[in-house]
């Protein structure tokens, strides 16, 4: 079963700077999709970015941009100029076929984002 | 822009009782999901749901909880008897095509009491 790890529970940025949040995966699949989805305190889950794993290039959405290491299996995700409203859980995610679930999304636990001022 | 939408955005219940949790799906889209998120923890799967069927479910979908599209629109999770174990958040979530990317509803916040 494909599995995904955030490794930082709680990550802390000053206002404008930047950070990033590690996710590993592990799964012998070729083809995948991996996202970053935000929930703020409201808990509505929120689409950040999406990485198609057959895509060398890595997926950028304003000050969001990821660091896809296919052989390491790794999907970080750099926020630049942090602002107050970026603090929230972000949630990585896998997506593959699988016989158990489709194509539904596998989770991480999740990390916890706080910026300071 | 169109979204997912769920009602209700709360909803209180007593342990045995039965509840009906509901989404509209963005209008296109022909598959559904419904996720589950105890407090504090990790999103989870329940279900899939494409051409009026399930697609797949999860061990944590018992024969307590069942899914339909009774009106072609909206797209309902039901828990037959709540146990306290089941206060969690509940997502809807839809997409176009099997490749596409997931768009979640706001969720229903329910507690069993």
């Known amino acids: 079963a494909q599995t995904v790890t955030q490794s930082q529970p709680e990550m802390s940025v000053q206002e404008a700077e930047t950070v990033t949040l590690s996710c590993t995966y592990d799964?012998?699949?070729?083809?995948?999709?991996l996202f970053w989805y935000k929930q703020p305190p409201s808990r509505q889950m929120i689409l950040v970015i999406r990485?198609?794993?057959?895509?060398?290039q890595n997926a950028t959405e304003n000050r969001f941009s990821v660091n896809f290491q296919k052989a390491a299996k790794s999907f970080s995700l750099k926020i630049s100029d942090s602002q107050l409203g970026d603090a929230a859980m972000y949630f990585c995610?896998?997506?593959?076929?699988?016989?158990?679930?489709?194509?539904?999304?596998?989770f991480g636990k999740g990390t916890s984002l706080l910026v300071t001022p | 822009e169109p979204e997912v939408t769920q009602t209700p955005s709360h909803q209180v219940t007593q342990m045995g009782q039965e509840v009906i949790l509901r989404c509209v799906p963005i209008s296109n889209h022909l598959y559904f999901y419904w996720y589950r998120q105890i407090l504090g923890q990790k999103v989870e799967f329940l279900v899939s749901?494409?051409?009026?069927?399930?697609?797949?479910k999860s061990e944590i979908f018992d024969d307590q909880f069942s899914v339909e599209r009774p009106d072609g629109s909206n797209f309902t999770l039901k828990i037959r008897s709540t146990k306290l174990e089941d206060s969690a958040m509940y997502f809807c979530a839809s997409i176009q095509g099997a490749r596409e990317t997931q768009y979640f509803g706001p969720g229903t916040r329910l507690l069993v009491l």
């Open positions: 749901f494409y051409n009026n069927e399930i697609s797949e």
């Open positions: 995610a896998y997506r593959s076929w699988s016989s158990n679930s489709g194509y539904a999304l596998n």
């Open positions: 799964t012998s699949e070729s083809d995948y999709y």
């Open positions: 990485q198609e794993a057959y895509k060398q």
